[in-house]
C-alpha cells in the first residue's frame, strides 16, 4: 500500500523492485517487475505526480488512476512475454521499439521481445477467470471489514482455521 492509498498485490513467485519517492511534492512510484503476476490498484493522481510499471522487453506501463494487471510470463523459447490487462481506466503502454498504445477498460495489449505494444484486444475469457484475477476483483468488491482471520497447518491434519462472518457465525472455512 502506498502512501496515497494505491495497492499493489503480488502472485506467488513474483519479483518486483518498488521505489517511491517525492520531487517537488509529487510521488512518484516505480516497480520494476522480472516475474510473476502483479494487480495494481492506482489512485487518480494530480499534478507531476506518477506510476509506472516496467519488465522485461522494456515495457512500460504508465498510469494516472487505474486498475490493471501487469503479467511477466514466457513463450515456449523461455524469452519473455508482457501482457498488460487494463480493467478500469486507461493504461498507456509503451516499449522500445513502436510508438506507445493506450488501453482502456477490459483491453489486454502485449509486449514481446524486439516488438512494439501490439494493438488493444479484449482480455481473455480464461486470463478474467484466474484465480488471482477473480481473488483481486473480490476483495475490492467486499465492504468492510473482515472480523477475524485465523490460519493453521493443512499438512498436520488440522483444520487450517475458520474466518468468523460479521455476524459472528462461520460463514467459510480455508
Do not use: M
Amino acid at each position: 500500500v502506498y502512501p496515497d492509498g494505491s495497492v499493489t498485490r503480488l502472485d506467488s513467485l513474483t519479483e518486483v523492485v518498488v521505489k517511491v519517492g517525492r520531487a517537488g511534492g509529487a510521488q512518484q512510484v516505480s516497480l520494476q517487475q522480472s516475474a510473476g503476476l502483479t494487480w495494481n490498484l492506482v489512485q487518480r493522481l494530480v499534478g507531476r505526480s506518477s506510476c509506472d510499471v516496467t519488465g522485461p522487453n522494456n515495457a512500460n506501463a504508465s498510469v494516472r488512476g487505474t486498475r490493471f494487471g501487469y503479467y511477466v510470463e514466457h513463450d515456449p523459447a523461455g524469452v519473455p512475454v508482457i501482457w498488460i490487462d487494463t480493467y478500469e481506466g486507461v493504461v498507456s503502454i509503451a516499449s522500445k521499439v513502436g510508438p506507445p498504445v493506450t488501453a482502456v477498460a477490459n483491453q489486454r495489449v502485449t509486449v514481446r521481445a524486439d516488438a512494439a505494444p501490439t494493438a488493444p484486444v479484449p482480455i481473455p475469457v480464461t486470463d478474467l477467470q484466474l484465480s488471482f484475477t477473480v481473488f483481486n476483483q473480490t476483495i475490492e468488491s467486499v465492504t468492510g471489514v473482515p472480523a477475524a482471520v485465523r490460519a493453521g497447518d493443512r499438512s498436520t491434519g488440522r483444520p487450517a482455521g475458520a474466518a468468523e462472518g460479521a455476524a459472528g457465525g462461520r460463514d467459510a472455512r480455508a
